[in-house]
């Protein structure tokens, strides 16, 4: 089989697609990055072609691209690449403003290239096996879900790997980085989210691991979802203290999760059909077999997750059929965390959840640039912190720059 050729945009991230490609039948063959260290480092280690410049880049001789570029800033480079005509798996979010969503979607539509998002959650050992008991109807109908990404860390360990002022992880809400958490549940049920609430735990200057830190965001968020067939999601993430990745199902015959402690990979399901007179239940918890592939998704980070992004991404170019986490689903799920935030700033209020798959719902968006990013500040635009415009404390600023030192860097 000849492996498909890649390129990869930004060699931070970028590096755990690079380890991973072999065992999908991809070959890296170019690397992009303007951080001469990171460009030189990924490119000796695996001796490829080495561009600072996305244009140059492009005209590499490849079949694909993976972004693993800045947060906020995927779309635009999505565009760029399908224009150019290769396939592309975008690292989350799919698009930072909902006008970057009508523009993704037409790009894709436009030039039938292959687009994934590369959410990993979802491919999770425990998730894909929710899935499975889910599509068996073993706990009946979706009613209730629930995804939690909470990631609390350091001062240090934050600065170390968003270095600048205005890096993206220094200033994007609380409720933007929402996939980790929504998409596992999407997957596991085959729903879309048609309404959203947000709510912000505000950044909470008491909190030691912030004293340090110069990023302007709040600590975390909860999400509510209405799904399209009437269940209701609670999606939380964000640096809450009690770090973990958790899924939560609950059907109408019965409820899933994986578990809290000990293995995280483990499941629990009870079986509870409640008919008339039926008592009986069923709890078992349980490690389940991956769906394939074991060695591989052993060796693979996050949870086997990545490698089954670069798998299903090289499997929607061998068969020319859009993936699971097609450039729909994408959207659907990375806006969740824009109007999320939308909604929080108006006390919580639902906010539809405008459905890209439709050009008159593009038509309507396009224009729609209302974002937080310091860089495209303009009238009407939110800040960061539902809190308004923070200012990070003199010693903070000190000990970022201390931190950034370490790494070379002396700009602001
Ligand atoms: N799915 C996961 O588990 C997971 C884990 C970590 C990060 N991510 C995602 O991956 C992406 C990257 O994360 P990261 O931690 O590596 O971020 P990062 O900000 O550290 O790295 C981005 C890299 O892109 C390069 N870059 C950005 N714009 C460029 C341009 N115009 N030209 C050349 N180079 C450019 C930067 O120099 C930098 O090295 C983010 O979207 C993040 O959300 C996902």
Redesign the pocket.
Known sequence: MKAIRIGV??????S?FAENAQAAGMELVAV????ED?LRHLGEHYGIATY???DRFLEHDMDAIVL????H??AP?AVKALDAGFHVMS???ACHTLGEAAALARAVERNNKIYML????PYMRFNQEMRRLYQEGTIGKFLYGEGEYVHPGSARMWLS???GKD???NWIPATY?CT?SIAPVMYITDTRPVTVNGFIVPRDLSDDSYAYHVSRNDTAAMIVLRMDNGAVVKSLHGSLRGHGNYVRIHGNKGQMENCRIVDGDQIRLRIEPFGKDCEKTEEKVYLPDWPGHAAAVEAA??GG??FWTNYHFANAIRTGEQPYLNVYRAIDMSICGILAYKSSLQQGAPIDIPDFRDEAVRVKYENDNWSPDPERRGPGQPYPSVLGDLTPTPEAVDYAHEVWAEQGYTGE
């Open positions: 945009f930004g060699a931070g991230r970028g755990a992009c990055d303007c951080n990171r600072a410049d996305f693993a570029n800045f947060f800033q995927h480079f690292e989350c979010a590369a959410e990993n959650y790997i968003s270095v890096h993206w992880r980085y980790h980070g996050h997750g990545d």
